[in-house]
């Protein structure tokens, strides 16, 4: 359950991807969780709450978005 494990190699392309998205549009609330769920990936739990923080920021409660903090803080041992 959870999210996948990728290689490093991948994530690095989906991250830029993201990151160009990101570019184009700071506001992409969708590219900010997805950036969250990369980084939960790369073992980076920390930065993921970062990253879906700001998605939901952008677009309030999404439930999807509060799943995946949820997630993010579940993998860091902490809950706010």
């Known amino acids: 359950p959870g999210v ?3 290689s490093t190699q991948i994530l690095e392309q989906r991250g830029a991807h993201l990151l160009a ?3 184009r549009n700071p506001q992409d609330a969708a590219a900010y ?10 073992q980076a739990a ?5 990253f879906i923080r700001t998605a939901i920021a952008i677009d309030g409660p999404v439930p999807l978005y509060c ?6 803080f579940a993998r860091l041992g902490d809950y706010p």
């Open 67 to 72: 799943s995946h903090l949820a997630e993010a």
């Open 46 to 50: 920390d930065q993921a709450v970062g």
């Open 21 to 23: 998205r990101l570019e």
């Open 4 to 6: 996948s494990y990728m």
């Open 33 to 42: 969780d997805a950036m969250g769920l990369l980084a939960m990936d790369a």
